[in-house]
């Protein structure tokens, strides 16, 4: 890992989709997931920028049943200001 970038392992719970409505849930736990690591990697939501295998993980089953919580890496870039959130190699 470089000096320049910070790399965690993130738990975001998705509990609070289910309190949308039904057509409504995975485009809401696209936005959780967003603000949650915003919170924890202490930068604006804009400057969030979620990898594509995570919007195929949250939509495999539909717009109707996401999944109840996902794990992630969140990188962040110093010089940038700028958080990448991938699907950690396991």
Do not use: C
Request: hydrophobic content about 40%; charged content about 35%.
């Amino acid at each position: 890992m470089a000096e320049d970038m910070e790399e965690r392992i993130i738990v975001v719970p998705l509990r609070k989709v289910l309190i949308a409505p039904r057509t409504k849930r995975a485009p809401r736990a696209i936005k959780l997931i967003r603000r949650h690591i915003a919170q924890h990697m202490k930068i604006n939501e804009e400057d969030v920028w979620l990898d594509t295998p995570i919007n195929e993980a949250i939509w495999m089953k539909g717009i109707e049943s996401p999944p109840n919580k996902i794990k992630v890496k969140a990188t962040k870039f110093k010089d940038q200001d700028l958080v990448e959130v991938t699907l950690p190699e396991e």
